[in-house]
């Protein structure tokens, strides 16, 4: 069965500084999707970013980048100039190309510091 | 507001009682996913349907049932509920599947669901 972990339940970082979450996945698979998706306190589940294993040149959106790993199974996301605003759970999650089923991560709790 | 819609936001019910959680998928989506997030759990995936038809099956208890209708909406019916099924329940809306490229989920708000 395909499995996403994450290893940091929780982070904390000052505003401005960059930080890396870590995830990694298990799967015998070729052909699969990546996705980092961002909850805030409000609880609204919000996509940050997504990759596709076939593409070899890493995703970014704006100050949000990913390091993917295909041999390692490694979707790590780097957040650049943390803001306040980013303080969120931030849930790695996993989807083959042949099959719908979506598998998330637990989770990382990140704060940003004032 | 992202589009899907869940009904009702909130709802407290009693041990043994039966509830429906609504959604209406995105304007032109196709497909719908159903899963749930216990307190400061992960998000377990329960169900999919697409255009009708169910797709993908998770850890769905029994005891929980879901369906798609022609207008695309969705429903999930949970009974005999126990203690351990209060969670935030969330819909999420594709345009498609599979390697059609356009396989983001956009969620709802979610359904707190509270078992006294």
């Known amino acids: 069965a395909q499995t996403v972990t994450q290893s940091q339940p929780e982070m904390s970082v000052q505003e401005a500084e960059t930080v890396t979450l870590s995830c990694t996945y298990d799967t015998s698979e070729n052909n699969y999707y990546l996705f980092w998706y961002k909850q805030p306190p409000s609880r609204q589940m919000i996509l940050v970013i997504r990759q596709e294993a076939y593409k070899q040149q890493n995703a970014t959106e704006n100050r949000f980048s990913v390091n993917f790993q295909k041999a390692a199974k490694s979707f790590s996301l780097k957040i650049s100039d943390s803001q306040l605003g980013d303080t969120a759970m931030y849930f790695c999650a996993f989807m083959f190309s042949r099959d719908d089923k979506i598998i998330f991560g637990k989770g990382t709790r990140l704060h940003i510091l004032p | 507001d992202s589009g899907v819609t869940q009904t009702p936001k909130h709802l407290i019910t009693a041990t043994g009682q039966r509830v429906t959680l609504r959604c209406s998928p995105r304007?032109?989506?196709?497909?719908v996913y159903w899963y749930q997030q216990s307190l400061d759990q992960g998000l377990q995936f329960l169900i999919q349907y697409y255009n009708g038809e169910e797709r993908a099956k998770g850890n769905i208890l029994e005891r929980f049932s879901a369906q798609q209708f022609p207008d695309l909406h969705s429903e999930l019916n949970l009974s005999s509920l126990e203690l351990g099924d209060s969670a935030l329940y969330f819909c999420?809306?594709?345009?498609?599947?599979?390697?059609?490229?356009?396989?983001?989920?956009?969620f709802g708000a979610g359904s707190r669901l509270t078992v006294l």
């Open positions: 999420a809306s594709s345009v498609a599947i599979g390697d059609s490229g356009a396989n983001v989920l956009t």
């Open positions: 304007s032109g989506d196709l497909s």
